[in-house]
């Protein structure tokens, strides 16, 4: 059974600042951070060139299915590569690629909304 429930207030982890050091969230700081509804983990990926399916595989596994996977791809803003988003798409769940503080913004403003959504912002450096 879903452990989703639309009427309840969104909640989850809250990126609340972004710095040289990394993600803060929760009183922990990340300098990589894979976001779900649910938690906040640290993440080490690679070059964003390398980045596979395998990479955010963690964040796939929500039930049920997240509508779509921001990814910040570090200080500016760089284009996933085409068989990342190929293999995202054929699951069904889009891919919005944006700057990581950007995609930490969008984190909490899609959340406040209640969107079912999962992030991966890769470091700032």
């Given at each position: 059974?879903?452990?989703?429930?639309?009427?309840?207030?969104?909640?989850?982890?809250?990126?609340?600042?972004?710095?040289?050091?990394?993600?803060?969230?929760?009183?922990?700081?990340?300098?990589?951070?894979?976001?779900?509804?649910?938690?906040?983990?640290?993440?080490?990926?690679?070059?964003?060139?390398?980045?596979?399916?395998?990479?955010v595989e963690p964040l796939l596994r929500l039930?049920?299915?997240?509508?779509?996977?921001?990814?910040?791809?570090?200080?500016?803003?760089?284009?996933p590569p085409r068989t990342l988003v190929r293999?995202?798409?054929?699951?069904?769940?889009?891919?919005?690629?944006?700057?990581?503080?950007?995609?930490?913004?969008?984190?909490?403003?899609?959340?406040?909304?209640?969107?079912?959504?999962?992030?991966?912002?890769?470091?700032?450096?």
């Amino acid at each position: 059974m879903p452990r989703w429930d639309r009427d309840a207030p969104a909640s989850g982890p809250v990126v609340q600042g972004v710095g040289p050091r990394g993600f803060s969230v929760d009183g922990g700081i990340y300098p990589g951070l894979l976001l779900s509804p649910e938690r906040a983990d640290a993440w080490a990926p690679p070059a964003l060139a390398e980045l596979t399916i395998a990479d955010v595989e963690p964040l796939l596994r929500l039930q049920p299915q997240p509508e779509f996977l921001l990814l910040g791809t570090g200080a500016k803003l760089s284009f996933p590569p085409r068989t990342l988003v190929r293999a995202l798409e054929e699951r069904g769940i889009g891919i919005e690629p944006m700057d990581s503080r950007a995609a930490a913004r969008t984190w909490g403003v899609l959340r406040a909304e209640e969107r079912w959504i999962v992030a991966a912002l890769m470091p700032l450096g």
